[in-house]
């Protein structure tokens, strides 16, 4: 999958993250959570995860968790992925 424009899901609101795909040359991870001490590395792994399923290959990807299951990670992570590689 090729990223080529900015693209987000999700909301600020509790028990949800919000997510942003941007264009890149590698894959990065930005995770900003209260919880980081406790879930940070989850969080990264399950969107690395998410990226490897994607074929992913050049993106940025911001995370704002405000207390999100993994699976509102994993939906939030796909739409934003599917947002940011339509063209037009």
């Known amino acids: 999958m090729k990223i080529v424009k900015t693209a987000a899901a999700g909301t600020l609101e ?9 264009p ?7 995770v900003e959570s209260a ?3 406790q879930f940070g590395q989850a969080i990264t ?19 704002k968790d405000r207390g999100a299951l993994d ?8 739409t934003a992925l599917r947002r940011a590689a339509r063209e037009g």
């Open 24 to 30: 890149g040359n590698a894959v990065s991870v930005e």
């Open 45 to 63: 792994q399950t969107t690395r995860h998410m990226l490897d399923e994607f074929g992913v290959e050049g993106a940025h990807v911001f995370l």
């Open 35 to 37: 919880v980081a001490a």
């Open 71 to 78: 699976c509102v990670i994993r939906a939030r992570v796909e």
């Open 14 to 22: 509790s028990s949800d993250v919000y997510v942003e795909v941007r």
